[in-house]
RNA sequence: GCCCGGGUGGCGAAAUUGGUAGACGCAAGAGACUUAAAAUCUCUCGACCUUAGGGUCGUGCCGGUUCGAUUCCGGCCCCGGGCACCA
């Protein structure tokens, strides 16, 4: 009688194996090849959503490929504990973010276990540990040390009901999403660390990245935006002061019809003294979120200062007007303005009825109307005084040198990238190791001092949005310098920053120090698998403090992480209903009966609970707001974790979005107790040692190549990381297994393929495979058996498949010895009856033979 | 608005990188087994035409390069990710 398959059982076995043999704990050993292998830690948000799954699974199977191939691999997990969620959740529900935060550890900790990933889980850390944010706080008072620390004043949103500060994710169509009010930016101090010092190296380095995602490091060399300009000063008409611009396009200057500052400059707040309705504009510009999307989408608007600029080649004087889109704290806050070359300017210029000068000619000496539309291309200056006639590209040179032989400027290198700021006004983050006292002015925390403690016992009220803010509790403190009276600093980091290099930490668990040496026997990470989403900002930063601990002398390599793996979004069906007030509400799939035509398509979609007809929203990536996610819970009850980690892998390749099917796990489910069910079937007889040396027959042949060819297959899949072909793979192979008999040939060819199938699965269903592998007698551990490699012999064939083209389109398929030459495939493909019924009355012209392939027959 | 991706059957996808478009799986249909259902197994499955040999069309749209284009080039349309305080 057979065994049925019940993976809650065999997966609570096979994971107590692995923790009683201590299976994924490592230790450096210099015998062996190390691999580090990192996912992207998750934030504590409660439970597992299908995105962790997927990320997870996808570098659990990386590990365990690598492990196989007999690496030292070393995969931990830990928590980016601090962050805006915990907040909101002691809000509304006025429990403490540490409690909530550990409480939402925990029960994911429990669901990774389920999930039979194979973590060294000596090596956990959670970002909200003081412990942990010891180090990064001393890093940053010895970053001040060096200069590469310093305090600005910078934007934020600010919520003038709630007296808040609000991240952009809480500014919803410019107004706070608590109270509704309209949000103002707002200019206050804050801590920034100097990544542009670093910019050219982030930039450079980007090279060398060639296992990143062409995708991701043309996002990074873009936002990093290197840019070789003209940087120029302006007079301003009647004063000594002059304004200081910087253009990527000097050729263009003498078409400069206008000068626009920032609302907030000093230059616009001292006309608006005299000019009541400039200061109703500056205040009116003063509303709406900081985010570059909502700064670039707005109207353009602008008002007259009733000050002139004096171009600096010409000595005309342009008017300067304060703009909505010019921000004082980006740049210099003034732009000059070119509407006969630049959209913006143009669509400006146009609304304002500003002069429109033409002053760059395309090469090929085309007029244009540039009244109706800017040219932004390169050309040939025109009306340019001094530099009529030169390129563009001349022109910059000369322009760029007039200036500069006049002090009014020079070439100048600009970059897109702002140095980064790390100040956050909230309450759950690490408190920022600063001290600010009367008498020493601003004084880092000593090391013998930290960490900087953020209290956790915080009592929640309706009242409490911050509990550190205004808290002498916690702000009071004497200087470490004078032993005076002092204040703390009361901004708390950035969470980028502890995600920045958790994956060093992780080296070096329990090390008195930020790191130790052990960091340089892992570090860099090998592989590194993560959301799209971290693309830029996460991966720029982690980039950033890798250099900083290098130059601190922490780690001795330049960079983070050598092989990167970005996936794509979990994405599902959507339902909703339209409610009076004219919002949706969205159901979960879960919730809704879809039928569909004849042909599979789905026509209406009801809810279950009152039959009633509910609208089909799309397909969304899965999330609260629209009520779609699968709780990888159930799924994992009901079907175990080998199911879920198999269909994750087969439905797309790990890149690509992954669109969820309840139908498609059942169809992995399917697979799995297909290959249970052969192997057991034939378990007595394929435990036993079948002979040596066995005579195939033809077929028997085929069959073996067939599955050889797919293991080739699958072996390279695996190497360029296409996870879905490599459970295809196995699933043709089991396929073909199936079809066999019980020969003793063929129960050979049957244990052979379920040793290489089950070794390819390993990976991707570790617990099933674990299990059948001892069954049959493999051996006792499948993760320390020898990695798969193709029988070149069984892949021998006598004749191949040539498909025959006539004038490219597909006349014939032909058997051809395979080691026949051009000439004689040649010569067997015109002699095919389809073939020559094709060539007809023409003349053949031309065979091209494409070994091993096809035949095309050139005809007219 | 700016930067970066993606678009292939009813659906998820494959095509070893310019060489047979649709492997593998889901859904659907037919059949076998069963008193029946479930499970399992077998077959069919891009569209249209067909004298049943096969033929024509087909990889978002329009054009180009090539003996040959899902793949390369140019232009457009649609969908998604990021835009510095969501993580």
């Known amino acids: 009688m057979q065994n049925q398959y019940d993976p809650a059982t065999l997966e609570a076995e096979v994971q107590s194996y692995w923790v009683n043999n201590k299976t994924f704990e490592v230790t450096e050993d210099l015998e062996k090849e190390k691999f580090y292998c990192l996912s992207m830690f998750p934030y504590p948000s409660g439970k597992l959503h299908m995105g962790h799954v997927r990320n997870y699974t996808i570098g659990d199977v990386i590990a365990r490929y690598q492990r196989m191939l007999g690496k030292n691999v070393l995969q931990p997990m830990g928590w980016d504990a601090f962050g805006l969620p915990a907040e909101n959740a002691a809000l509304k529900n006025r429990v403490a973010p540490a409690g909530w935060t550990y409480e939402n550890i925990d029960y994911m900790k429990q669901q990774l276990k389920r999930l039979g990933f194979g973590y060294d889980w000596q090596r956990e850390l959670a970002t909200c540990q003081p412990e942990y944010y010891k180090w ?20 934020v949103n600010w919520d003038p009901v709630d007296q808040t500060v609000l991240a952009n994710e809480q500014v919803i169509d410019g107004r ?60 301003i008409e009647g004063e000594k002061d002059h304004l200081t611009i910087y253009t990527t396009r000097p050729d263009t200057l003498m078409g400069v019809t206008y000068v626009a500052v920032a609302a907030e400059h000093p230059l616009a707040l001292r006309a608006a003294e005299q000019n009541p309705a400039l200061a109703e504009f500056i205040e009116e510009c003063r509303q709406g979120g900081t985010s570059e999307a909502e700064l670039e989408t707005i109207e353009k608007k602008g008002m007259l200062l009733g000050v002139n600029a004096v171009h600096p080649v010409s000595g005309e004087l342009v008017p300067v007007y304060a703009a909505n889109f010019v921000l004082m704290t980006y740049g210099t806050g003034a732009v000059m303005a070119v509407p006969g070359h630049d959209e913006r300017d143009h669509a400006f210029a146009r609304k304002y009825g500003i002069q429109i000068k033409q002053v760059i000619q395309p090469k090929d000496g085309s007029t244009l109307d540039i009244q109706a539309e800017a040219y932004t291309e390169k050309g040939v200056l025109q009306d340019s005084g001094p530099f009529t006639g030169q390129t563009s590209e001349d022109a910059f040179e000369s322009i760029a040198g007039w200036l500069q032989a006049k002090g009014k400027g020079g070439k100048s290198k600009n970059y897109r990238l702002r140095d980064w700021g790390v100040s956050r006004q909230r309450y759950w983050g690490a408190p920022i190791p600063m001290i600010h006292c009367t008498h020493c002015g601003i004084v880092p925390v000593p090391l013998k001092d930290l ?141 809704v009966d879809v039928s569909c035509d004849d042909k599979g398509r789905p026509l209406s979609a009801t ?82 040692s079948l002979p040596t040396e066995i005579e195939y027959d033809d077929s028997q042949k085929e069959a073996r190549r067939e599955l050889h060819e797919l293991l080739k297959k699958a072996l390279y ?19 073909i297994l199936y079809k066999l008999g019980d020969s003793t040939a063929d129960l050979a060819i049957v244990k052979e393929g379920l040793s290489l199938v089950l070794r390819l699965l390993a990976p991707i269903a570790p617990h099933v495979t674990h299990h059948l592998w001892q069954t049959l007698g493999f051996g006792n551990e499948i993760l320390e058996s020898e990695w798969p490699e193709p029988d070149e012999q069984a892949l021998k064939q006598e004749s191949l498949p040539y498909v025959v083209q006539v004038n490219g389109k597909v006349r014939a398929t032909i058997q051809v010895p395979a080691d026949a030459d051009k000439p004689a495939v040649e010569k067997i493909a015109l002699e095919n009856e389809n073939v020559k019924r094709f060539i007809g009355d023409s003349t053949v012209r031309k065979v091209i033979v494409v070994p091993n392939k096809l035949v095309n027959v050139v005809a007219k």
């Not at 970053?143 to 934007?155: I, N, S, W």
């Not at 969304?620 to 709780?631: P, Q």
């Not at 009901?638 to 879920?644: A, C, F, H, L, Q």
């Not at 899949?717 to 396929?735: E, H, I, L, W």
């Open 451 to 591: 960490p900087v403690r953020l209290p956790e016992d915080i009592v929640y009220d309706e009242n409490t949005i911050n509990p550190i803010k205004n808290n002498p509790e916690f702000s009071d403190c004497t200087c470490p310098e004078c032993g005076g009276d002092a204040q703390r600093e009361t901004d708390t980091f950035d969470t980028f920053m502890e995600s920045s290099w958790y994956y060093a930490r992780y080296t070096t668990p329990g090390a008195d120090s930020m790191l130790d040496q052990r960091a340089n026997y892992w570090l860099p990470v090998d592989q590194y698998v993560g959301g799209i989403e971290h693309a830029v900002l996460h991966l720029l930063y982690a980039r950033f403090y890798h250099k900083l601990m290098r130059d601190a002398g922490l780690v001795n390599s330049d960079e983070p992480f050598t092989r990167l793996l970005t996936q794509g979004m979990v994405v599902a069906d959507t339902y909703y209903r339209d409610q009076s007030d004219g919002s949706k509400h969205w159901y979960n799939p879960t919730e």
């Open 136 to 155: 990064e706080q001393w890093l940053f008072t010895e970053l001040y040390k060096k200069g590469l620390v310093y305090r600005k004043h910078a934007v």
């Open 717 to 735: 899949d695996y190497q360029r990381q296409r996870f879905n072909n490599v459970v295809s793979a196995c699933m043709g192979m089991t396929n």
């Open 607 to 688: 809810l279950k609970e009152d039959a009633g007809s509910v609208e089909i929203g799309g397909i969304e990536k899965m999330s609260k707001s629209k009520n779609n996610g699968v709780d990888p819970q159930t799924l994992i009850d009901r079907y175990g974790s080998d199911t879920v980690r198999l269909y994750t892998m087969f439905t797309s390749p790990p890149d690509q979005s992954l669109e969820w099917s309840d139908d498609g796990v059942e169809g992995a489910y399917r697979f799995i107790k297909r290959l249970w069910a052969l192997a057991e079937t034939s378990q007595d007889q394929l435990s036993q």
């Open 176 to 235: 706070g999403w608590r109270s509704g009010a309209l949000v103002e930016r707002r200019e206050i101090p804050q801590w920034f660390i100097k990544i542009t010092d670093y910019a050219d190296e982030l930039l450079e380095e980007i090279d060398q990245l060639e296992d990143w995602p062409d995708q991701v490091r043309t996002m990074q060399r873009n936002w990093i935006g290197r840019s070789y300009g003209v940087q120029m000063d302006f007079g």
